[in-house]
């Protein structure tokens, strides 16, 4: 049995095989910072490995794992999918005690990395004609979206731009191009689109088609970002430490606060 526990990063999974191409090198740039560690991808969906076969292949080598979200928000999949997965593995393997970390949103390193690949498409940040939107998938529940409008209410506090603003794909409001439409309105020369996403996919492929239609540019997705790959390893820190046996042999595998 390996000494220390595996690090399983679970993504949402999708069609679009840029997805799952994008968390794969995201861990590979994981293994480079942290060479040694067992680091495993898993899917919860639409994506190949799926988290139950990777957690049983982890029990042929290890006694302990920590499975860390590769999710922005706490909305449906932190909240049922995951902790669901993980205490039904942990029901399957009583021999492989399991944790789970919090999702990566929260946490500075990941902010940087929005900023970073907004920089790359906008250019100069300090600069206060600019209006930026933080464009995430959108949620039915209410605390994520408000997360992410958090996140845009901070860089504008702290920025000196035009302003900022949060938007969504679906599930809530407003739009990227009505997000677009109200800057302009309140004087930003120009408008830049930071997605709050990890990878590319259908969604994602929309909310930049709308940002340039209403002719703003367009940053890429967090994906394979150092800064990203950061955060999961300070997620996979938190908790790899902890005395996780009791928790996982019990039906009690819940979702950690910790970071």
């Known amino acids: 049995m390996s000494a220390g526990p595996a690090?399983?990063?679970?993504?949402?999974g999708s069609r679009d095989p840029r997805s799952a191409a994008t968390v794969t090198a995201l861990?590979?740039?994981?293994?480079?910072?942290?060479?040694?560690?067992?680091?495993?991808?898993?899917?919860?969906?639409?994506?190949?490995?799926?988290?139950?076969?990777?957690?049983?292949?982890?029990?042929?080598?290890?006694?302990?794992?920590?499975?860390?979200?590769?999710l922005l928000g706490h909305a449906f999949h932190a909240r049922v999918d995951v902790p669901g997965a993980v205490v039904q593995a942990a029901q399957r393997h009583p021999g492989l005690a399991i944790r789970t970390a919090a999702v990566l949103g929260g946490h500075p390193r990941l902010e940087d990395a929005a900023l970073r690949r907004l920089a790359a498409v906008a250019g100069p940040l300090d600069d206060?004609?600019?209006?930026?939107?933080?464009?995430?998938?959108?949620?039915?529940?209410a605390p994520?979206?408000?997360?992410?409008?958090?996140?845009?209410?901070?860089?504008?506090?702290?920025?000196?731009?035009?302003g900022a603003c949060a938007a969504f794909a679906?599930?809530?409001?407003?739009t990227v191009p009505e997000a677009v439409a109200t800057l302009r309105a309140a004087g930003a020369r120009r408008v830049a689109?930071?997605?709050?996403?990890?990878?590319?996919?259908?969604?994602?492929?929309?909310?930049?088609?709308?940002?340039?239609?209403?002719?703003?540019?367009?940053?890429?997705?967090?994906?394979?970002?150092?800064?990203?790959?950061?955060?999961?390893?300070?997620?996979?820190?938190?908790?790899?430490?902890?005395?996780?046996?009791?928790?996982?042999?019990?039906?009690?595998?819940?979702?950690s606060s910790t970071g």
Not at 27 to 37: C, E, H, I, Q, Y
Request: proline fraction near 7%; charge should be positive; aromatic fraction near 4%.
């Open 7 to 12: 690090l399983v990063a679970v993504a949402h």
């Open 27 to 70: 861990m590979d740039l994981v293994r480079r910072l942290r060479p040694g560690l067992d680091v495993r991808v898993a899917f919860l969906d639409l994506s190949a490995p799926r988290l139950p076969d990777v957690l049983a292949a982890v029990d042929a080598t290890h006694d302990r794992a920590v499975v860390v979200p590769l």
């Open 128 to 141: 206060p004609g600019l209006g930026v939107v933080v464009a995430a998938i959108g949620s039915s529940h």
């Open 144 to 162: 994520a979206n408000a997360a992410v409008q958090r996140i845009a209410a901070g860089w504008a506090a702290r920025s000196g731009w035009a």
């Open 170 to 174: 679906t599930a809530a409001g407003p």
């Open 193 to 255: 689109v930071a997605p709050w996403i990890l990878a590319p996919g259908l969604l994602p492929d929309r909310i930049a088609r709308d940002a340039r239609a209403a002719g703003a540019v367009v940053a890429a997705p967090l994906g394979a970002d150092t800064g990203v790959a950061a955060t999961v390893l300070a997620r996979y820190d938190a908790v790899a430490g902890t005395d996780i046996c009791a928790v996982s042999r019990s039906a009690d595998v819940r979702l």
